[in-house]
């Protein structure tokens, strides 16, 4: 029996039906776990309703579910169809079909359809606007497949967690390092694999090995270089080029002391916005460790700690200036450039001439020659050392307040400590809820309570001893601080190593600003002044 007849549907100025069909997220499931066409079924079932009537009707069919109109390009037209009164009936499966987007997209489809007096038929019903208890309904459809939607997205994503928190792996394939047990549905340490990262963690933080045995401080660039000719490591994939973007990510992954997060979102305007990382939800000690907490540590303070390290080969020693200067125009790092020109004279003798500049890759920057820098260098740290003491004094006083200003060294710590005593105040929760509901025994509770509580001790004697340091700022050893200068001039100078000397220089100058005054013309230099920044350690 038909749930409406032709002649009602004429009466009421029905004369053109669009049929808007469209799979759902179940039905999306449903087709991969029996391989039916679900679109095919469904047309098939709106065709058994619509054929009867006699009434000319057209078809839209969206492949592939969506919550949001914007991303259904076959329902935007047909909305506009609907708004050039070119239909005045929709057929759908269920109200549902038509969208379970934002409220912003609901109340765009409820109004299309009370303004337009669109009718709505499903194989079960039809709807008219005008009548309230269609209406009612109507709203109630539409707005509660929305919230339908939101409760089993946060159902889901709290299954996540829960099942995270349990130790159980929620996210598809093991990472790297690790092997899924079906039985368990927990991972594993794949031994092989977390021999490569911990081997990885190693050469960061202590340095590869030399061929004397002896270790060398590296970067991201020189250890992928190292890997590749040095062992047998293969990355995930299987290949042999070890990329330094893909060793930062390894090496700030802090899934492999066991930890897990989960990003968490917000709609804003329709619009789905990751939240802040300090929001996210942290499961810790959720899956086994590879990396102790200790070298995790280490290896995270090296990469906040490497903004001004040279960016060299593994087979090439870094300069004087390596990873020092920077250009004042664009803020990008300034490189060494030499080259080697002969010229004949008038004589027929053959000239040599050295050309060596420190260069700023970015064109129309700052090109200025290497070894003027490298003695305007010294000469401001000659200049500090020979004030006499109260001068030299505020020379100190204002270097160190110029960079205590621009150092983000105690921010760092501040958003560590801050963090740390969020994700232990969560397992705190965490713990109190398991034996609230029974999960834990008393003994159980009473060693996870220690745990947490010898961290949080831990964290808080860190917290006061940052204070203590900051306090202990105001103290300056002018005595100390003029030996430190001495020491790093006379060691500069007294060395012949290049490398040596950018070490020196390094721990001396946390920031040197190259800033162009006049572009040198042939034999005549270019001009130029220096903004410097001395390591806090040195005024210290």
């Given at each position: 029996?038909?749930?409406?007849?032709?002649?009602?549907?004429?009466?009421?100025?029905?004369?053109?039906?669009?049929n808007y069909l469209r799979k759902s997220r179940a039905d999306e499931d449903y087709e991969?776990?029996?391989?039916?066409?679900?679109?095919?079924?469904?047309?098939?079932?709106?065709?058994?309703?619509?054929?009867?009537?006699?009434?000319?009707?057209?078809?839209?069919?969206?492949?592939?579910?969506?919550?949001?109109?914007?991303?259904?390009?076959?329902?935007?037209?047909?909305?506009?169809?609907?708004?050039?009164?070119?239909?005045?009936?929709?057929?759908?499966?269920?109200?549902?079909?038509?969208?379970?987007?934002?409220?912003?997209?609901?109340?765009?489809?409820?109004?299309?359809?009370?303004?337009?007096?669109?009718?709505?038929?499903?194989?079960?019903?039809?709807?008219?606007?005008?009548?309230?208890?269609?209406?009612?309904?109507?709203?109630?459809?539409?707005?509660?497949?929305?919230?339908?939607?939101?409760?089993?997205?946060?159902?889901?994503?709290?299954?996540?967690?829960?099942?995270?928190?349990?130790?159980?792996?929620?996210?598809?394939?093991?990472?790297?390092?690790?092997?899924?047990?079906?039985?368990?549905?927990?991972?594993?340490?794949?031994?092989?694999?977390?021999?490569?990262?911990?081997?990885?963690?190693?050469?960061?933080?202590?340095?590869?090995?030399?061929?004397?045995?002896?270790?060398?401080?590296?970067?991201?660039?020189?250890?992928?270089?190292?890997?590749?000719?040095?062992?047998?490591?293969?990355?995930?994939?299987?290949?042999?080029?070890?990329?330094?973007?893909?060793?930062?990510?390894?090496?700030?992954?802090?899934?492999?002391?066991?930890?897990?997060?989960?990003?968490?979102?917000?709609?804003?305007?329709?619009?789905?916005?990751?939240?802040?990382?300090?929001?996210?939800?942290?499961?810790?000690?959720?899956?086994?460790?590879?990396?102790?907490?200790?070298?995790?540590?280490?290896?995270?303070?090296?990469?906040?700690?490497?903004?001004?390290?040279?960016?060299?080969?593994?087979?090439?020693?870094?300069?004087?200036?390596?990873?020092?200067?920077?250009?004042?125009?664009?803020?990008?790092?300034?490189?060494?450039?030499?080259?080697?020109?002969?010229?004949?004279?008038?004589?027929?003798?053959?000239?040599?001439?050295?050309?060596?500049?420190?260069?700023?890759?970015?064109?129309?920057?700052?090109?200025?020659?290497?070894?003027?820098?490298?003695?305007?260098?010294?000469?401001?740290?000659?200049?500090?050392?020979?004030?006499?003491?109260?001068?030299?004094?505020?020379?100190?006083?204002?270097?160190?307040?110029?960079?205590?200003?621009?150092?983000?060294?105690?921010?760092?710590?501040?958003?560590?400590?801050?963090?740390?005593?969020?994700?232990?105040?969560?397992?705190?929760?965490?713990?109190?809820?398991?034996?609230?509901?029974?999960?834990?025994?008393?003994?159980?509770?009473?060693?996870?309570?220690?745990?947490?509580?010898?961290?949080?001790?831990?964290?808080?004697?860190?917290?006061?001893?940052?204070?203590?340091?900051?306090?202990?700022?105001?103290?300056?050893?002018?005595?100390?601080?003029?030996?430190?200068?001495?020491?790093?001039?006379?060691?500069?100078?007294?060395?012949?190593?290049?490398?040596?000397?950018?070490?020196?220089?390094?721990?001396?100058?946390?920031?040197?600003?190259?800033?162009?005054?006049?572009?040198?013309?042939?034999?005549?230099?270019?001009?130029?002044?220096?903004?410097?920044?001395?390591?806090?350690?040195?005024?210290?």
């Amino acid at each position: 029996m038909a749930i409406v007849s032709t002649e009602t549907l004429l009466s009421l100025g029905i004369e053109q039906i669009i049929n808007y069909l469209r799979k759902s997220r179940a039905d999306e499931d449903y087709e991969k776990k029996t391989g039916e066409d679900v679109l095919k079924a469904q047309k098939e079932l709106m065709d058994r309703v619509l054929e009867p009537l006699g009434i000319p009707f057209d078809q839209r069919l969206e492949v592939g579910s969506g919550d949001k109109i914007s991303t259904r390009p076959v329902f935007q037209t047909v909305i506009k169809d609907l708004e050039a009164k070119k239909y005045q009936l929709i057929a759908v499966k269920e109200i549902s079909r038509m969208g379970r987007g934002s409220y912003k997209d609901m109340g765009l489809i409820y109004d299309l359809i009370v303004d337009n007096r669109i009718f709505i038929l499903t194989p079960y019903k039809l709807y008219d606007p005008r009548n309230p208890a269609d209406l009612r309904q109507i709203r109630f459809e539409l707005f509660m497949s929305r919230e339908e939607f939101e409760t089993t997205r946060e159902r889901l994503f709290g299954g996540r967690v829960g099942n995270a928190m349990e130790g159980r792996w929620v996210a598809g394939a093991a990472p790297f390092g690790y092997t899924y047990n079906k039985t368990t549905k927990r991972l594993e340490i794949n031994e092989e694999q977390a021999k490569v990262i911990q081997a990885i963690f190693d050469f960061y933080v202590n340095g590869i090995i030399d061929d004397d045995g002896s270790r060398r401080d590296v970067s991201f660039r020189s250890l992928g270089t190292y890997l590749e000719r040095k062992t047998a490591f293969t990355t995930p994939k299987g290949k042999r080029n070890w990329s330094p973007t893909y060793l930062r990510t390894l090496l700030t992954t802090d899934r492999f002391m066991g930890t897990l997060k989960f990003r968490t979102t917000k709609r804003v305007d329709g619009k789905r916005i990751d939240l802040p990382e300090d929001e996210h939800v942290v499961a810790e000690n959720a899956i086994p460790a590879i990396i102790d907490r200790e070298t995790w540590d280490r290896a995270q303070e090296k990469i906040r700690d490497s903004r001004h390290k040279p960016h060299n080969k593994m087979d090439f020693s870094p300069c004087e200036l390596a990873g020092i200067c920077r250009c004042s125009a664009c803020g990008k790092k300034m490189v060494r450039q030499y080259s080697v020109q002969k010229y004949k004279t008038t004589s027929g003798a053959v000239s040599t001439y050295h050309k060596e500049f420190l260069w700023c890759t970015n064109p129309g920057c700052t090109f200025v020659k290497y070894r003027a820098v490298e003695e305007s260098l010294l000469q401001a740290l000659q200049r500090i050392l020979d004030l006499n003491d109260k001068s030299f004094k505020k020379e100190v006083e204002a270097l160190l307040a110029v960079s205590k200003k621009e150092s983000s060294i105690d921010i760092d710590h501040t958003q560590y400590i801050e963090q740390r005593a969020k994700e232990i105040k969560n397992r705190m929760n965490f713990i109190y809820e398991k034996y609230e509901s029974g999960r834990y025994s008393d003994e159980v509770f009473d060693e996870r309570m220690a745990e947490v509580e010898k961290e949080m001790k831990q964290l808080e004697d860190l917290r006061g001893n940052l204070g203590q340091q900051t306090q202990n700022d105001a103290e300056i050893n002018l005595d100390a601080v003029r030996l430190n200068i001495k020491n790093a001039l006379e060691g500069y100078r007294n060395s012949v190593d290049k490398t040596d000397r950018n070490n020196i220089l390094r721990k001396v100058f946390e920031d040197v600003e190259v800033h162009l005054i006049e572009r040198g013309r042939g034999r005549i230099p270019a001009k130029f002044k220096l903004k410097i920044r001395i390591d806090q350690q040195l005024l210290t």
